[in-house]
Nanobody, 126 residues
Framework: QVQLVESGGGLVQPGDSLRLSCVVSGRTFNSYGMAWFRQAPGKEREFIAVIKWTEGATRYADSVKGRFTISRDNNKNTVYLQMNRLKPEDTAVYYC???????????????????WGQGTQVTVSS
């Protein structure tokens, strides 16, 4: 059984930083891409960033490019999302997800991910 557990969310002011973590347990994920998505109230789920586990290649949504950084620690089975210069429009529940085995990788489509965490709330407000 694969489990994804996010942490690190909270209430911050505009311009602040946060680092989200996602610990993956269960079967090895060394061959899978890992991504972050977010969903704000009343809005559709939005792709944020993805990383190929073995190669380290990454892809970002335009809305966060240059401000957010996705990374991973293979030894800790953990993927991170460093969020800098946060804006009120970044307020959402953030989810990590594991890509379905055999996919090409770096997908921005949530349908290409089969395991999801429970989410962590990020609120950016003054």
């Amino acid at each position: 059984q694969v489990q994804l557990v996010e942490s690190g969310g909270g209430l911050v002011q505009p311009g602040d930083s946060l680092r989200l973590s996602c610990v993956v347990s269960g079967r090895t994920f060394n061959s899978y891409g890992m991504a972050w998505f977010r969903q704000a109230p009343g809005k559709e789920r939005e792709f944020i960033a993805v990383i190929k586990w073995t190669e380290g290649a990454t892809r970002y949504a335009d809305s966060v490019k240059g401000r957010f950084t996705i990374s991973r620690d293979n030894n800790k089975n953990t993927v991170y999302l460093q969020m800098n210069r946060l804006k009120p429009e970044d307020t959402a529940v953030y989810y990590c997800a594991r890509e379905i085995a055999g996919r090409a990788g770096l997908s921005v489509d949530g349908a290409d991910y089969d395991y999801w965490g429970q989410g962590t709330q990020v609120t950016v407000s003054s």
